[in-house]
């Protein structure tokens, strides 16, 4: 099966006049734990950011209060890691477009059962796994979720080399191959982040050459995360939504150093700057 490389922006979906906030999708992030509440915050506001009509946080019930009073325009769930606490996510996750899951959610055990059991039970559901997320899964196996659900993962090459089980690939060229042929394998869409991040259905290919050197900062990939689920339940394809999603992060990182530098950019900034990189978007409805 051959890769045919995707050149030109998928477009970004028009706000109908008489459009009402479940016109535009329900993002439901999985998110922070104790001491990374602010990853939570940062996918929440993102998916707000990336237009999305509804935005709940399910989040540890320890830090839920935090992720709360951060910012006012999400809902917040308070869920028990276990005992029954992967039931709770999945009965949200009827109501939802689009799950966020990873974003600081940690990494001991009871946290990857609890992320792999949101898996086997949630079906249907369009996942954009990152970070922790993408820890609990890995090595990836198709049991990890269900067969009708779609992925799109956001990994590192760190992430991707744990994923696929094999070493980082070393030059483009690998970074392209692998990449393909890991999204082939697992039936969904990979973005493989790096100075020019691969996006891949396995079909389907694309380079995205927006983004700096200051964008290299923690929190970053959790505002990236939030705005790829927000394209989705907007109604954007998981592989159209993750090639916006990656063009318009990585412009708004640009508008921010232009104006900021590159050194003292941070993913708040990157937020700030969202606004801006879709009104050049939407120049073009």
Not at 53 to 82: E, K
Request: hydrophobic share 45%.
């Amino acid at each position: 099966m051959s890769t045919t490389t995707v050149r030109e922006l998928p477009r970004l979906p028009r706000r109908a006049r008489g459009g009402h906030k479940g016109t535009y999708g329900k993002v439901l992030a999985v998110a922070g734990s104790r001491g990374m509440s602010g990853a939570a915050v940062l996918c929440g506001r993102a998916a707000l950011r990336g237009g999305a009509g509804v935005v709940q946080v399910a989040t540890p019930i320890d830090v839920q209060a935090v992720v709360a009073a951060a910012y006012p325009g999400y809902t917040t769930f308070g869920f028990r890691t276990g005992g029954g606490g992967a039931a709770e996510v999945v009965e949200l996750a009827r109501g939802a477009d689009v799950l966020a899951v990873g974003p600081g959610l940690g990494r001991d055990d009871a946290t990857g059962a609890f992320v792999r059991d949101v898996f086997a039970r949630a079906t249907g559901a369009t996942v954009v796994l990152d970070a922790d997320g993408l820890f609990a899964v890995s090595p990836f196996r198709h049991e990890f979720g269900s067969p009708t659900s779609t992925f799109v993962m956001t990994p590192h090459p760190g992430e991707f080399a744990r994923l696929t089980g094999n070493p980082a690939p070393r030059t483009d060229g690998e970074r392209e191959e692998q990449a393909v042929a890991f999204a082939k394998r697992f039936g969904g869409v990979l973005l493989l982040k790096g100075s020019t991040t691969v996006v891949t259905d396995g079909v389907q290919l694309s380079f995205n050459t927006t983004g700096n050197p200051g964008m290299a900062t923690g929190g970053s990939g959790d505002v990236l995360t939030g705005v790829i689920a927000a394209l989705v339940g907007q109604g954007l394809g998981a592989f159209d939504a993750a090639v916006l999603g990656a063009w318009v992060h990585g412009r708004a990182g640009d508008l921010g150093a232009a104006v900021l530098g590159q050194t003292a950019l941070t993913a708040t900034d990157v937020l700030d700057y969202l606004p801006a990189a879709f009104k050049e978007l939407e120049s073009h409805w």
